[in-house]
C-alpha cells in the first residue's frame, strides 16, 4: 500500500480516552461531508458522513458533529484504542459530485 | 470483496519520461475520481468522470496531464512529460454517484520521477 509522511497536525491521545478531531471547510454552499480514515500504506477508508440538514449523527464508536455557522465539522472517536492510530480527513461535497479533502490530522494512541 | 485495484503499485521513471497509472473501479461504481497525495498539498483533486465522461479536470495541470475511462472498467491517468514535481502517490477512487456515499479508494501509484 501507499501513503505519504504528511506534515500534520497531530492529536496525541492515551488509550481508553475520548478524541476530537477538528475540520474547518471552505464551501457555504456544501451540503454533504464524509469522515475518513487512512492507515499507513493505505488509501483513505470512509467511516461516517453527514448532510448539511442534520447537526450530529452517530456511528459505533464515532459521532460527527457539523457547526454550519462556523463551517466546522468534528469528528469524536469514543474510547480510543491503538487500531484507531491514522490520519483522519475530513471531505466536503461542494455540489455535484465534486469532493474535497481537508488538510487532515494524525492521530497517536498511547497505549 | 469489491474493490478499486490500482497498477503500477510503484513506479520510478525519468524526468520526460510518459508515465500511465491504471484504475479498475468496483463494478457498478459510475463516478471515478483521480486524487494526489504529497506531503505539502494533502489530497488534491485531478479529475474526476460520471458515467465516463470527464465532468471537472480543472485540478489537472493541462499541458502534461491527461485523463480517460476507455470503457467503465478502465481508468487512466496519463502524465507526459513527468517532471520531479510529479512525484506523489496517486489515487483512484470510484463512488455510486448522486452525490452523496462514500468514496472507495485504491490503494494507490506511488510514483517517483528522478
Known amino acids: 500500500g501507499e501513503s505519504v509522511g504528511l506534515h500534520l497536525p497531530t492529536l496525541s491521545v492515551q488509550e481508553g480516552d475520548n478524541s476530537i478531531i477538528n475540520c474547518a471547510y471552505s464551501?457555504?454552499?456544501?451540503?454533504?461531508f464524509i469522515w475518513y480514515k487512512q492507515e499507513s500504506g493505505k488509501g483513505p477508508q470512509f467511516i461516517i458522513d453527514?448532510?448539511?440538514?442534520?447537526d450530529k449523527r452517530q456511528g459505533q464508536r464515532v459521532t460527527v458533529l457539523l457547526n454550519k455557522t462556523v463551517k466546522h465539522l468534528s469528528l469524536q472517536i469514543a474510547a480510543t484504542q491503538p487500531g484507531d492510530s491514522a490520519v483522519y480527513f475530513c471531505?466536503?461535497?461542494?455540489?455535484?459530485?465534486?469532493?474535497?479533502f481537508g488538510a487532515g490530522t494524525r492521530l497517536f494512541v498511547k497505549a | 470483496d469489491a474493490r478499486v485495484t490500482q497498477t503500477p503499485r510503484h513506479k520510478v521513471t525519468e524526468m520526460g519520461q510518459e508515465v500511465t497509472m491504471r484504475c479498475q473501479p468496483i463494478l457498478g461504481h459510475n463516478t471515478v475520481f483521480w486524487y494526489r497525495q504529497t506531503m505539502m498539498q494533502g489530497l488534491e483533486l485531478l479529475a474526476y468522470?460520471?458515467?465516463?465522461?470527464?465532468?471537472?479536470d480543472s485540478g489537472m495541470p493541462k499541458d502534461r496531464f491527461s485523463a480517460e475511462m476507455p470503457d467503465a472498467t478502465l481508468a487512466t491517468l496519463k502524465i507526459q512529460p513527468s517532471e520531479p514535481r510529479d512525484s506523489a502517490v496517486y489515487f483512484c477512487a470510484s463512488g455510486l454517484g448522486a452525490g452523496i456515499g462514500e468514496l472507495f479508494f485504491g490503494e494507490g501509484s506511488r510514483l517517483t520521477v528522478l
Open positions: 468522470f460520471r458515467n465516463r465522461a470527464p465532468l471537472d
Open positions: 453527514i448532510r448539511s440538514n442534520m
Open positions: 464551501n457555504s454552499a456544501s451540503d454533504y
Open positions: 471531505a466536503e461535497n461542494t455540489g455535484g459530485f465534486k469532493t474535497i
